[in-house]
């Protein structure tokens, strides 16, 4: 059924269009359009699926430099097309705790349902890869 949605329904591409690239109707010249809308239904029918990507590095608060992949506006398309589609498709199945990928919620959504179920208000965030190079266990345990 996504194969055939990808691939045959304008209205679905045009719809997924719109969300991905609110303004493409101003940004891009129409045969950019039409291309991007080929390469996703060429990428829907294909066997051969590696996803494209381009690496973008930001800087962090650390003067450091962080990589991101990220996807290629074909991809992004195509992604979004299929999370759609399983949204659609599995909603009633997903629990209520679930925020990430869900359509109105995400991080806020999330802390706001964890702040309404702890006592306290002291919450902690750690970055994990350096945390652990200098935690002191016992401070932890207690």
């Not at 329904?9 to 291309?35: K, M, Q, T």
């Not at 809308?37 to 829907?44: M, P």
């Not at 009633?92 to 359509?103: A, E, L, T």
Request: charged fraction near 25%; proline fraction near 4%.
């Amino acid at each position: 059924m996504a194969k055939r949605l990808i691939t045959k329904s304008n209205v679905y591409l045009i719809i997924c269009l719109n969300h991905v690239f609110p303004n493409w109707h101003r940004d891009y010249p129409l045969g950019r359009v039409l291309a991007l809308l080929k390469e996703t239904r060429k990428l829907a029918t294909s066997r051969d699926i590696h996803m494209d990507y381009r690496r973008v590095y930001i800087e962090k608060a650390n003067s450091k430099w962080r990589p991101l992949g990220v996807p290629t506006p074909v991809w992004r398309l195509y992604l979004h097309m299929i999370n759609q589609l399983i949204v659609f498709r599995y909603d009633d199945y997903i629990g209520s705790n679930q925020h990430g990928f869900r359509p109105g919620r995400g991080t806020m959504t999330a802390w706001k349902a964890i702040l309404e179920r702890i006592s306290s208000r002291d919450i902690y965030e750690y970055d994990y890869r350096g945390f652990f190079d200098s935690i002191r266990y016992g401070i932890v345990l207690d």
